[in-house]
């Protein structure tokens, strides 16, 4: 079992910079690939960001196409966090993103492969 709790929304403006952090509990936590999701009001949770396991501090990574170049995400597993970077902010990544872990260290892009899941963190952008 996995228990995921984020932290670092706000409100920024556009152009602006946040950082997210996803702390977990429990010892498998450098096995697990994690991701992070956002949603918005009356839409489908989208894929933002994943990064796979490891026990060798070697990770892959994988994004949107929305996000490549602005948001990054990386993990501390001696802290059991993930965190997502996010700069150059644009009114359109305004959402609640939430943190999600996978046992099968796979970096996939689908909600429904991950089993479980933060209580989300609310990020506004006003332009």
């Known amino acids: 079992q996995v228990q995921l709790v984020e932290s670092g929304g706000g409100l920024v403006q556009t152009g602006g910079s946040l950082r997210l952090s996803c702390a977990a509990s429990?010892?498998?936590?450098?096995?697990?690939?994690m991701g992070w999701f956002r949603q918005a009001p009356g839409k489908e949770r989208e894929f933002v960001a994943a990064i796979s396991g490891s026990y060798v501090n070697i990770y892959s990574t994988n994004y949107a196409e929305s996000v490549k170049g602005r948001f990054t995400i990386s993990r501390d597993n001696a802290k059991n966090t993930v965190y997502l970077q996010m700069n150059l902010l644009k009114p359109e990544d305004t959402n609640i993103y939430y943190c999600?872990?996978?046992?099968?260290?796979?970096?996939?892009?689908?909600?429904?492969?991950?089993?479980?899941w933060g209580q989300g963190t609310q990020v506004t952008v006003s332009s």
């Open positions: 999600a872990a996978n046992s099968a260290n796979a970096l996939h892009t689908t909600k429904e492969s991950y089993a479980y």
């Open positions: 429990g010892r498998t936590f450098s096995s697990y690939a």
